[in-house]
């Protein structure tokens, strides 16, 4: 074990803080909002000339080598800087999907213009009576089209490919479809932390490729979101972090009643709670990436609980930070909001604690043990 | 980053459990499913198998009969031997005597005190708190005058854990009457057979006896006694609390007890199923065993961070905190998961652990249930000894916040 970045991945986290910090002050991002699309032609470019686009891609797949430390280090970054562009859905989420099929001429087509910059690819998978959960598809393919409806794609709006999960009789398979087909309708929304999503409707849309046949797609989709898992626990890292450190830095300088609010000890001690939340979450993060490499039922485990604890740490650290802030926290102009926003998202999105806490109570073992039908007495 | 335990360091933990699978005595291991304090002589039996594999005490230096193990290696073998629920060994002695020894001692001290540990002889305890010093160390009032080659000490030491075993005792004294707080403190091994010392049990809340006031009369403690420099007592305390950085998170024993409540909710009936299938009480379960993992990993991100470094030490301040409280939640969801009996007074087989043997609750001998109750009571003191959670969340605003 090694806790600590490489020099390689030293100079991949400074020019990640370099470019948000040149790219995503609190007013460049504001100006970015206020453009109404979320997506700044140049940052996707600069994500593609940085390489950032294809850092946690195996070289083999059509990447540069990395894997998902690399991608952790960019996510935190962007977590601290919230930024908007959908680099997760895409240079994650639909990158591993993608890695995770046979290679084909296609797969590595697609792989190679994604990482470049020039196509943005979304994964069409969620639904919204899922609430997350992975193996929930109501969406159907039958002779060639698809029928159904997938919500909160974010940067769906802006994708040129779609990657559309949908159920036959053998079992779940992935599509390529072009967003601009016909018998597809799209609702575009912003979420509450600026990010952009699509709810799509399909009645007997066309697809334009087959990617994964009925019953392959389970595990394809599975590998695609288990990084979208660690990518959005990484940003959530990131973000609470920069709150911890904004919060801090106010209540070192905010005078109420004659002194700094800093010297009052339960101010002390819910930012002692929220740091711990932030570093538990930093430390089960550590344990789904090194899950990523183990088998279905304990890689399953491992993310569960981490999202379960990310996710209610989130919450906690952002809506302390604002706490924390009083009524400054609560406006628009301040940036500390804008963290909780991003917070509040991140704790929902792949499913909340409670669709966690439920995967692994429907595991029939610990962590760290053998199953639990054992004879008596107390411990075998 | 590298997250993969390495292979070696697999086999080692295979090793170690095959040694405690084929060493530990069926009827300690017994005793040890019940979670009570572990009897004396457990531990010494206990202690003088592992002496002979030269294992009592990896975590010392290697030139003092301790081992060169890693860190990680140092957890593993911790894991181990609470995973097979192995007697809980003297902490007072290993884990904070030991190291002040090895370092602070004197060669005679050395040579006189460690080997009777490793060998299970000589148990230890620890004389910090008193009566109107507990949060508030620096301010102990227990003094030691020199007179001639003798210190003469007289006070009162409160809360000492496992005093009616105790063959010795090492005590924070006040040697300088006039000196600042911290800087009057000397660290004093005191033998418990000295004239002037008396026990007295304090019955805690479990109905269980670990904790102890002593009282010191005029007692003489040789001079030779004292440890390093007179003065420095107070350093030597603060270098023997954070020489250890990750015991202090329980995280082995924590695990332990989560498999308990998988275990005792598995076969409790709820209705007509079990309770194990009950979705709030599994949902209870699943989160408390997704924060002991989260805090494994914050062990993990400890043990292998150099001792200076920040990061390593922001995680290492939550482990007290966040440990102590997953250690109660542990304990009350197992009381829980028994129902009824979870509330009821389940007396120690032994007979060794209850205040009123009144003759009424030996009818309750339900294997499952013994010691669960008592546990849940025990814990309720995790977030106060060791330094209370409020002032763990005060030293992480100050030193890691800086606020």
């Not at chain 1, 280090?73 to 989420?93: D, K, Q, S, T």
């Not at chain 1, 898992?229 to 009643?257: H, K, N, P, W």
């Not at chain 1, 789904?288 to 981490?306: D, F, H, K, P």
């Not at chain 2, 977030?383 to 606020?403: F, N, P």
Request: one cysteine or more; proline letters at 4%; hydrophobic letters at 45%.
């Amino acid at each position: 074990m090694d806790f600590n970045l490489t020099s390689e991945q030293e100079a991949l986290a400074d020019s990640v803080a370099r470019f948000t910090a040149r790219d995503y002050t609190f007013e460049a991002r504001n100006r970015l909002i206020g453009e109404g699309t979320g997506l700044d032609k140049r940052h996707w470019q600069a994500f593609a000339d940085l390489g950032w686009l294809g850092a946690g891609l195996a070289e083999d797949a059509g990447g540069y080598g990395g894997g998902p430390v690399e991608n952790m280090i960019i996510m935190e970054g962007f977590g601290r800087a919230l930024v908007l562009e959908p680099f997760l859905p895409v240079a994650l989420v639909a990158v591993q999907t993608l890695a995770a099929l046979p290679p084909s001429t296609l797969r590595d087509m697609l792989i190679a213009e994604i990482v470049a910059g020039d196509a943005i690819v979304a994964v069409a998978h969620g639904e919204i009576a899922a609430r997350g959960a992975p193996d929930y598809v109501e969406t159907v393919y039958e002779g060639s089209r698809i029928t159904g409806a997938k919500s909160m794609v974010i940067g769906g709006h802006a994708a040129s490919r779609l990657i559309v999960s949908a159920r036959s009789p053998e079992g779940l398979g992935l599509y390529l479809v072009d967003p601009a087909a016909s018998g597809i309708s799209t609702r575009h929304y912003r979420l509450l932390d600026n990010q952009h999503a699509v709810d799509l409707a399909f009645e007997n849309a066309p697809v334009l490729e087959t990617l994964a046949r009925p019953g392959e797609g389970e595990a394809v989709i599975a590998a695609g979101l288990a990084h979208g898992l660690v990518g959005v626990s990484a940003e959530a890292v990131g973000a609470m972090d920069a709150a911890i450190r904004m919060t801090r830095d106010y209540i070192t300088t905010r005078r109420q009643f004659g002194t700094t609010l800093s010297t009052f000890q339960t101010l002390q001690h819910r930012m002692a709670d929220m740091l711990v939340e932030m570093e538990l979450s930093r430390s089960i993060l550590y344990q789904g990436i090194a899950s990523l490499g183990q088998s279905g039922v304990q890689c399953t485990r491992a993310l569960a609980a981490m999202k379960a604890i990310v996710s209610s740490a989130a919450l906690f650290v952002g809506r302390n930070a604002v706490q924390l802030h009083g009524g400054i926290g609560m406006t628009e102009e301040y940036a500390i909001g804008h963290y909780y926003r991003r917070l509040f998202v991140i704790s929902g999105q792949f499913g909340g604690e409670s669709l966690h806490l439920k995967t692994m109570a429907g595991l029939s073992q610990s962590f760290w043990t053998e199953p639990t039908s054992r004879p008596s007495p107390i411990m075998a | 980053m590298d997250f993969e335990i390495a292979p070696e360091d697999q086999a080692f933990r295979a090793e170690v459990r095959a040694f405690i699978a084929a060493q530990l005595p069926p009827d300690i291991a017994r005793r040890g499913q019940h979670d009570y304090h572990s009897a004396r002589d457990d531990v010494r039996r206990w202690m003088r198998i592992l002496n002979t594999k030269g294992w009592s005490a990896p975590h010392w230096p290697a030139r003092f009969g301790g081992t060169d193990w890693s860190p990680l290696r140092k957890y593993i073998f911790q894991d181990e031997l609470r995973r097979a629920r192995a007697p809980v060994l003297d902490r007072c002695a290993l884990d904070l005597l030991g190291p002040v020894l090895c370092t602070f001692g004197s060669p005679e001290q050395q040579a006189r005190f460690l080997p009777p540990i490793l060998n299970g002889d000589a148990w230890w305890n620890q004389g910090f708190s008193e009566p109107g010093s507990g949060s508030d160390l620096a301010s102990l009032r227990t003094r030691a005058d020199l007179e001639g080659d003798h210190y003469i000490v007289n006070g009162q030491k409160i809360w000492t854990s496992e005093a009616h075993y105790g063959d010795w005792i090492f005590a924070l004294v006040r040697t300088d009457q006039t000196a600042k707080p911290q800087a009057g403190i000397s660290f004093l091994l005191i033998d418990m057979k000295s004239p002037g010392i008396v026990r007295r049990p304090i019955w805690s809340i479990d109905e269980g006896l670990s904790l102890n006031e002593i009282f010191f009369d005029n007692v003489r403690v040789p001079a030779e006694n004292l440890v390093g420099e007179p003065g420095q007592g107070w350093s030597y305390a603060k270098f023997l609390l954070t020489h250890e950085r990750t015991t202090s998170a329980v995280v082995s024993h924590t695990k332990r007890d989560v498999d308990q409540v998988r275990h005792l909710a598995a076969a409790a009936r709820s209705g007509s199923g079990v309770l194990l299938d009950d979705p709030a009480f599994a949902a209870k379960l699943a989160r408390l065993e997704a924060e002991v993992i989260a805090l494994e990993w914050s062990v993990m991100r400890v043990l292998h961070a150099a001792e200076n470094d920040a990061a390593g030490n922001a995680v290492a301040s939550l482990l007290k905190l966040r440990g102590s409280e997953l250690s109660e939640r542990a304990a009350l969801l197992a009381a829980e998961a028994l129902g009824d009996h979870g509330l009821a007074v389940m007396p120690d087989p032994e007979g060794n652990h209850i205040l009123h043997h009144d003759g009424l609750s030996p009818g309750l001998t339900d294997d499952e249930a013994i010691g669960v109750s008592a546990k849940a009571m025990f814990r309720r003191a995790t977030t106060i000894y060791g330094g209370a959670s409020e002032i763990q969340r005060t030293l992480i605003a100050k030193s890691i916040l800086g606020l």
